[in-house]
């Protein structure tokens, strides 16, 4: 390692007093009252994004949507968001430039996967130059001489040249470019960036390496080249209304949580208020609590990336507190759980620890369980309707009050522009019926009884809780301890009664060398007290 990579490194490694910090603070409510200087409003966006931005660090990543009109802040909020983590990691994919990204990343391997540089192109030999004659016989004899002689050389050489380039061409028959995906964040600022679907199948996290072709046209020629991927990344795509049913749209929303910035007009009068306020030589220096922030996430990856730290889930009855009614929930409760998990990640120096085999692994708790609930209920509608937030309270609000009646997209706009002072139109009310009949909100049927081309809907939701679910006593500490204290026996059940629980503190502040945690052991007893709660309750008593 190298002093500057050292330099780097001291700087970046938490200080005792600054985990003394994280193990003391709310860490999600310090990153949330920090980054309000930034961005106001918009919490379940902030939230969302700080734990898609940790599921980076770990082998489960989670992908998210961000849906909503043009302009209300869905690239600006992701993008402070992400201002905290790693930035050598963070890829931004605009139009057109999907292609360059796999340039970019990728190394270019021959069909035996051995890597192809391309500066070791054989070169070609220079041809010696002619001699020149000079008024000396002698000197032109020995000059032809060393010409010939050269000559000779060069011919055999360039033998061995045209050869060798054919041997170098042969390499690329079969080749393919390898990108290693694991740990990245992919923010797609637009869905319609060329290569975009082919992105889509590395969501899945079905399997951890996929093959597909992009096609290239270089000086007009149409190329294919081969991709291999390999790992799971994270990606965040920024959508527009406009991608409402489209197949690219929908393809991408089934893979991740979709989450839409607020448009309240108190939210707009604030961030106009905010940016009034910006004092220019105060934006230079960054603020103390990003700086602690950006410091503790980078300790965090860098643990994690060491390859012996893994999250445990120690509820084996984890399933229980998440709904399993439609076909989504499946992945729904994957990601439900990988949230979780970086929730606990984010908590790392708050978590107990266990080792097997060489491996340390993070047990999560009851409070990274009810933070992850209470969010995921907010978003689980739209998550599953692949919809945006506006368009759900849309219907529940001008749609729902005609449960019991056959209605028309003329008799919504006449309810809107009856309820506000800013107008609709039947284009823009027919979109969103259209829409909200495709997610199975609404049925639509053509209206035989008339002369035009006219739809009747009929509603299909006609209870908010059958597309939700409610905390209610969920968010209780002890209620959520009834339940998940048998699945965390089931868990004891299952592993050794010889384990030793373990909490992460600093080794050795300063020290340049490869960073390693100090595991300190601690009774089973007090491992316990954290990962059902009790010892949280007693730290936000005090």
Partial sequence: MTIEENKSFVQNILTLEEIDIFQRKDIIQYFLDDIDHEVKHDKDVKLTGLFVGVS???????????????????TYTMKKVLSYFPQAKIHYIAKNSATAF????????????????????????????KIKKSKDDNENKQASEKYEQDLEKYKQEHEKYKQDVKDWLLRFEDSFLEIDLSNKILFFLDAEAEGFEDMLPLLSHDVKSAEFNITESPKGAFKTKHIKTKGFPVAIFAMTDRWMGKREGERATRQAFVVSPEETEEKIKEANKMQASILKWQVKH???????????????????????????????????????????????????????????????????????EGIYYVLSTIDDVRTVLKLTSRLYENTVANADKALTDFYWK???????????????VNKYNEENTKKTNHSTVYKKLKALSRMGYLDKQLHQETNRKTYLFTCLKLNKEETCFHLADLEKTEFLRSILEKGFNSFLTNTSSNIVYYIIEKNKEGTASEWEPKLVPIPFERAKELVLGFEEARLKEQ
């Fill in 56 to 74: 980076s660090f770990l082998e489960e990543t989670i992908n998210l949507t961000l849906k909503g009109k043009s302009g209300i802040g869905k």
């Fill in 102 to 129: 796999y340039h970019d990343n990728g190394i270019l391997r021959d069909k035996q996967g051995k890597e192809i540089n391309l500066d070791d192109m054989p070169k070609e030999p220079k041809e010696p130059k």
């Fill in 286 to 356: 960054e603020r103390k609590a990003k700086t602690e922030i950006k410091k503790l996430l980078e300790a965090e990856r860098r643990l994690f990336s060491t390859g012996k730290f893994q999250i445990q889930m120690p509820f084996f009855n984890l399933n229980d507190l998440y709904p399993s009614t439609e076909v989504r929930d499946m992945r729904g409760f994957n990601q439900f759980k990988s949230t979780v998990e970086a929730c606990t990640a984010l908590h790392v120096y708050h978590r107990p620890v266990i080792e097997i």
């Fill in 398 to 412: 001008y749609c729902k009050p005609f449960e019991i009646l056959d209605f028309t997209a003329n008799a919504i």
